[in-house]
């Protein structure tokens, strides 16, 4: 089974800025469709943002639009996460997903993917 592990998160302050990565240890991440994914306290999961087989496409929730960033270094098998202009209600657990067998567009449904790393705490915070 796929393992996925993220990194990159912690305590930043709003207006900051956090880089997080997925990385797998058999991944070719252009195979494969990669999502992330956030939990905020008392609240349900959530898409965050999504890129393609083969990074086609992209896709990002609403809130996060022209603040994060999703992107693939093929070389290193990682996907990241760029997260800008943070806001206090960005914090949360932050997951990333991948799916082999999603073809075309990328979802941001989180029952669409079936390999899902352990999470990674990010905190916006004065």
């Known amino acids: 089974q796929l393992q996925l592990v993220e990194s990159g998160g912690g305590l930043v302050q709003p207006g900051g800025s956090l880089r997080l990565s997925c990385a797998a240890s058999?991944?070719?991440?252009?195979?494969?469709?990669i999502g992330w994914f956030r939990q905020a306290p008392g609240k349900e999961r959530e898409g965050v943002s999504c890129?393609?087989?083969?990074?086609?496409?992209?896709n990002y929730a609403d809130s996060v639009k022209g603040r994060f960033t999703i992107s693939r270094d093929n070389a290193k098998n990682a996907v990241y996460l760029q997260m800008n202009s943070l806001k206090s209600e960005d914090t949360g657990i932050y997951y990333c997903?991948?799916?082999?067998?999603?073809?075309?567009?990328?979802?941001?449904?989180?029952?669409?993917?079936?390999?899902w790393g352990q999470g990674t705490q990010v905190t916006v915070s004065s």
């Open positions: 997903a991948a799916e082999r067998n999603l073809i075309g567009l990328c979802t941001l449904s989180q029952n669409a993917y079936g390999s």
């Open positions: 058999r991944f070719t991440s252009d195979y494969y469709a």
């Open positions: 890129v393609s087989k083969g990074s086609s496409s992209t």
